[in-house]
């Protein structure tokens, strides 16, 4: 009984030696301490950190106002990301067009098997086994000379993270807390801006932007007073699709789901001015301006890159006379 109480003892009581060691960890200096109360980075902080570096490189170097520094960084980016993507994207559709001709040519040997293998079945089950040959072929044909489908979404998988990125950073710079969404829910809830109190809890704010700014707009911290930016980029964005849609046109006969997305985006357009009204001044500033150089990049695609017209089949163009051959018309 009394060895049972004696280990209960030392159980509960520290050691002289255990106490000495937590006297001595109290004791540490103040770099030692595994907590401290300055803010840690989030996550969107650490992703958006290559732009918030590009925006505050450009601003040192050249001196100018964060009005002229954010355009300027809009068009930097637009330079070395989205332009050779841009270049590297008409090619691959050229490619596509000048493919299409053998993928058609192959829309012959594909039906003679359907209707060999499933034609006594009916017309609809020819016609399916058809249309699954022949789409087997065509993605078979794309991918052999390296522009199958998924190609054409590498140029909006890169552009779109990076201008995502660029927005989060002028955002955090801009001392507002919430994210792209939660400033158009703020706008439908109709709930008012944070103070500038608020917005120096920031860990990138910029007292710089609250003054740099032009026109109407001199506080590029917070939304537009006049409400006139937002209505802009909703019509850059507009004139953007409109483009878009120009462009499909001119190359092929747009497919049903081309013409529905082309709906959808519009509409997103229209949307986004009433949507994006208590954004901060400087991200539709960089907003504006992305979309009015990729507006102005498309025409000197269009002017130096031109899509050429598509191969057609030959017409008759007139009848053989004075011969005894049994043909009615020469192909040319």
Known sequence: MLLLL???????????????????????????RAFHASPRPQFLETIATPAHLLF?????????????????????????????????????????RQLRPLVQAWHH????????????????????????????????????????????????????????MSIEALRIMAGTKSGL??????????????????????????????????????????????????????????????????????ATAPTVWQKRFTRITLAMAIAAGPLVLHVPSGVLVYWISSMLMAFGQAILLNRFMPNKKQLTTCQPRRPVRGSSLAMKDVFI
């Open 6 to 32: 004696r280990s209960r003892a030392a159980f509960v009581r520290p050691s002289s030696s255990r106490a000495k060691v937590s006297a001595a960890f109290l004791q540490l200096p103040p770099n030692y």
């Open 56 to 96: 505050q490189g450009l601003h040192s170097f050249t001196g100018l106002p964060w009005v002229y520094t954010i355009p300027l960084t809009a068009m930097t980016i637009r330079l070395l990301i989205s332009l050779p993507l841009s270049i590297s994207q008409r090619r691959l559709q050229e490619k596509r």
């Open 109 to 164: 040997q594909s039906q003679n098997e359907s209707m060999k293998e499933v034609g006594h079945l009916g017309p609809e089950k020819t016609h399916a086994a058809f249309s699954k040959k022949a789409r087997r072929k065509k993605i078979e044909i794309l991918r052999r000379h390296g522009c199958g489908q998924l190609s054409l979404f590498r140029a909006p998988l890169i552009q779109l993270p990076v201008f995502m």
């Open 181 to 250: 969404l939660g400033l158009i829910a703020r706008t439908i809830m109709g709930q008012e801006a944070m103070g500038l109190e608020e917005r120096k809890g920031s860990l990138w704010f910029e007292p710089s932007l609250t003054t740099e700014g032009a026109l109407w707009f001199k506080d590029l911290t917070v939304e537009d007073p006049k409400m006139m930016l937002p209505f802009i980029l909703s019509g850059s964005m507009i004139i953007n699709v409109l483009e878009g849609k120009k462009k499909m046109k001119g």
